[in-house]
């Protein structure tokens, strides 16, 4: 079993819609949870960045973590075309190796 | 504030030769990372380190992989001699505080 599961997708949805992503992970040890949003032929770039169970908010941007059910989400409102990417989680258990899910690739459809 | 800086962004190698990949981190992180991503998968630790030390080399095939970060800076990636299934992009992190990790935009090495 890997450590951080993820859906590949791809995800196709019209502009404007709540896009829901999910991870779920297996080792208990992991209190820090990110997502990265990669563009074709770019290197990730840290999206959102929580600490345990809890939700964090930015902008548009919903992180969500249910440590209960090991179970980490992104939402993303009002969906645009720009967001159209591979959107990566990855988990940490601290001054550890950083454990990167497959990517799920999203498409926003204008 | 510069990012992460990487070269070269391409490369295209025979099998069976050498090849060798620099990464400058954001000034002042102290942990570094290699990753290896393969297309349609997301990115594989090679290697953390941490200032001048390594952390994790746990999934390094170290019979034809080497890196070094000399002073705790910059840091070199080597493969040698490559293999047909290394051909992937070798991403270059770094982080200053806990796990957060900024990328660099990656090397995307060809084996032919």
């Known amino acids: 079993q890997k450590e951080v599961e993820q859906d590949p997708g791809p995800l196709s949805v019209p502009e404007g819609a709540i896009v829901s992503l999910n991870c779920t992970y297996s080792n208990s040890a992991f209190q820090y949870f990110m997502w990265y949003r990669q563009y074709s032929r770019k290197g990730p770039e840290l999206l959102m960045y929580?600490?345990?169970?809890g939700n964090k908010e930015d902008g548009r941007f919903t992180a969500q973590v249910d440590k209960s059910s090991k179970y980490i989400s992104l939402f993303i409102r009002d969906s645009q075309p720009s967001d159209s990417a591979t959107y990566l989680c990855?988990?940490?258990?601290?001054?550890?190796?950083?454990?990167f899910g497959t990517g799920t690739k999203l498409q926003v459809i204008p | 504030e510069a990012g992460v800086a990487q070269s070269p962004r391409y490369k295209i190698i025979e099998k069976r030769q050498s090849v060798a990949f620099w990464c400058n981190p954001i000034?002042?992180?102290?942990?570094l990372y290699w990753y290896q991503q393969i297309l349609g998968q997301g990115p594989k630790l090679l290697i953390q380190f941490q200032n001048n030390g390594v952390v994790d080399d746990s999934q390094l095939p170290k019979d034809r992989f080497s890196a070094e970060r000399l002073k705790g800076v910059d840091s070199t990636l080597k493969i040698q001699p490559a293999k047909l299934e290394d051909s992937a992009v070798y991403l270059c992190a770094s982080g200053g505080a806990y796990t957060e990790a900024f990328f660099g935009q990656g090397t995307r090495l060809t084996v032919v």
């Open positions: 990855a988990s940490s258990g601290g001054y550890q190796k950083v454990t």
């Open positions: 929580t600490y345990s169970s």
């Open positions: 000034s002042g992180h102290a942990t």
